[in-house]
């Protein structure tokens, strides 16, 4: 009967949120009710249930097996500026505070600066004299071109498939590599590494790799275009001044004015804009943070998961869990770009077989069945879930991320799409609760990058 | 049972909340509802970028979902808490969808219902609707 169709019809309202629709009672909840960052997505309603006064333990504490909530550092300073919690990655984090909407936020980290925790991340330090090559087999990143105090963005790889286990960034330090992990991955990037260090050292006795991990050390992540100016209020004069020659995925050592707390200071993010992520050792977290805080009351406000989302999502990048996943490789996720040089030459990565194929021309038997690429709906957002169908209403594709586009002010989404209907400018359709919306194949990133790099020689 | 069923209907003249924050109220004769949502469910959503409304003539259950709200963190399905079919839509609300954030429970209505039967599940009056969200 109609009403049965109607039903039929708008319950998969929720087309981003598989098979369970949500009423206004749980959106209006402080939770992350587009899913979009939940890793597990099968358990939605739990964020219900977890209140922000559940038993108090040490102020900082990683997740238990037992799936006990952990907390950074910074916790309390969270709960001071009002931030509502949610459960991510394991962790009790703020999705956003009182002070600023969501939205509100995000116009904020674009036009002034956000401070975001990101002390949820796994930290991780790799050295020794096999740690390069232990790392090589692992990612296909070229870490021997990769110089001192550089970064990288990368995948930790699944043997033979070439899945990605995990997207991670990679900095060469003076000493060893330091290694940033989603905090969602925490157990399964722990269970791989401990595996692979272990096969490791069976085949390379003599290569030795020591691992180990930052637990509870802090990371902020400052974004925005006064980030760098707000950064050098607290620093010594010797690191503020180092910040202008410090670009876009390099990272140095800095020292907090008027102490000896030093910070690894790496320029970059997670937003598009100019910024920084900031490690500081657990004893300090708090008062830098605080510091930071203090010294740019007008410029800079802390800022939570959810304007994360939406920042990072207009800068085209990847959330794993969501856009990327076990069965997605780095060709498929529009990642060929980190595959290094020399890597492309030699292989010796895992799933080297078959992601050196896929890199192949089409007339070599190369390439992918699907692409990550964005879209651009018209009406209605297209949220994760959603398919795309090409014009007889076959499907093509699925949406993995969308939101309404705070500062393009346009449904953006990002989604795999089949091989041949990935070209920008390609007009599909994207089912929304049961009514197909015209879509078009968008480049990435939704609105211009601002990092900070250093200037092209100028021409002779 | 006609007496205990006008008592019913008196009663509904009244704005009333449900649980998943959607209002209705009668119309002068009982037989229409207007539905929208609260105004505290406006603001937990903040600004709404889109909305989607049901067709006339549709026939919609209790329970059932008849539209949806999408704002930059979530979309939301309207619930009616009435059977019934649509009567009529605020069409405005499809040019202006901000419009549902200004006067929610106002001109930014949903949509008409004449109603086919009674209003099913929970309903509450605007004091322990306020009592409701407080708790929450």
Same mark, same amino acid.
């Given at each position: 009967m109609a009403s049965k169709r109607a039903a039929q019809v708008l319950r998969p309202a929720v087309n981003g949120f598989k098979a369970s629709p949500v009423s206004l009672k749980h959106a209006v909840?402080?939770?992350?009710?587009?899913?979009?960052?939940?890793?597990?997505?099968?358990?939605?309603?739990?964020?219900?249930?977890?209140?922000?006064?559940a038993v108090r333990f040490a102020s900082s504490a990683v997740p238990t097996s037992e799936g006990q909530l952990g907390r950074t550092g910074l916790y309390e300073l969270h709960a001071k500026y009002g931030a509502k919690f949610v459960p991510f990655g394991g962790y009790e984090m703020?999705?956003?505070?009182?002070?600023?909407?969501i939205v509100d936020s995000h116009n904020w980290t674009r036009e002034k600066a956000s401070l975001f925790d990101v002390g949820h991340m796994v930290q991780h330090d790799f050295s020794g004299p096999g740690a390069q090559a232990f790392l090589e087999r692992l990612t296909p990143s070229s870490l021997s071109s990769l110089s001192e105090n550089h970064s990288t963005l990368s995948t930790l790889l699944h043997p033979e498939?070439?899945?990605?286990?995990d997207d991670t960034v990679i900095t060469r330090l003076p000493n060893s590599f330091y290694v940033v992990t989603n905090a969602g991955c925490r157990e399964k990037d722990l269970a791989y590494l401990t595996e692979q260090l272990e096969a490791w050292r069976k085949e390379n006795p003599d290569q030795t790799v020591e691992w180990k991990l930052r637990d509870n050390q802090g990371l902020v992540a400052l974004q925005g275009p006064l980030a760098a100016t707000i950064l050098e209020r607290v620093l010594n004069e010797k690191s503020a001044s180092a910040l202008s020659t410090l670009y876009f995925g390099q990272c140095m050592p800095g020292t907090i004015k008027g102490t000896d707390v030093e910070v690894l200071i790496s320029r970059g993010g997670y937003t598009g804009e100019d910024g920084f992520e900031i490690s500081i050792p657990p004893s300090a977290t708090e008062a830098v943070t605080q510091y930071l805080l203090d010294s740019a009351k007008d410029e800079l406000r802390l800022a939570g998961l959810g304007a994360r989302d939406t920042l990072r999502l207009e800068a085209g990048m990847c959330l794993y869990g969501h856009?990327?996943?076990?069965?997605?490789?780095p060709v498929e996720a529009g990642?060929?770009?980190?595959?290094g040089k020399d890597r492309r030459a030699n292989g010796g990565f895992h799933g080297d077989s078959v992601i050196l194929q896929q890199l192949k021309k089409k007339s070599e038997?190369?390439?992918?069945?699907r692409r990550r690429v964005g879209l651009i709906i018209e009406g209605s957002p297209a949220r994760e879930g959603a398919e795309i169908v090409n014009e007889n209403g076959e499907k093509i594709g699925n949406i993995t991320s969308g939101c309404p586009s705070p500062t393009a002010k346009k449904n953006i989404s990002m989604g795999y799409i089949k091989d041949g209907m990935h070209k920008s400018g390609t007009e599909v359709q994207v089912v929304v609760r049961g009514k197909k919306r015209k879509a078009t194949v968008t480049k990435m990133p939704f609105i211009g990058s601002k990092y900070y790099k250093a200037l092209a020689p100028e021409p002779k | 049972m006609a007496a205990r069923f006008s008592v019913a209907r008196a009663a509904l003249k009244e704005k009333k909340y449900t649980e998943d924050h959607e209002w209705i109220e009668a119309s002068a004769d009982g037989k229409t509802f207007t539905l929208g949502i609260s105004e505290y469910a406006a603001k937990a959503l903040? +600004?709404?970028?889109y909305v989607e409304l049901p067709e006339v003539d549709l026939e919609v259950g209790s329970g059932e979902a008849i539209g949806a709200v999408e704002s930059v963190k979530s979309a939301s399905d309207i619930l009616s808490p009435i059977g019934g079919t649509v009567t009529?839509?605020? +069409?405005a609300l499809q040019e202006k969808p901000g419009n549902l954030n200004k006067d929610p429970e106002g001109d930014s209505w949903i949509a008409k219902i004449a109603i086919s039967g009674e209003p099913e599940g929970k309903l509450m009056s605007k004091e322990e609707y306020t009592a409701f969200t407080e708790e929450a």
């Open positions: 909840k402080p939770q992350i009710t587009t899913r979009n960052l939940s890793i597990r997505a099968a358990r939605p309603r739990q964020l219900n249930r977890v209140s922000t006064t703020p999705v956003q505070y009182s002070d600023l909407s498939t070439g899945g990605i286990v856009d990327l996943d076990d069965t997605t490789t990642l060929s770009w980190i595959i038997g190369g390439g992918v069945t | 903040g +600004d709404v970028v009529e839509v605020n +069409d």
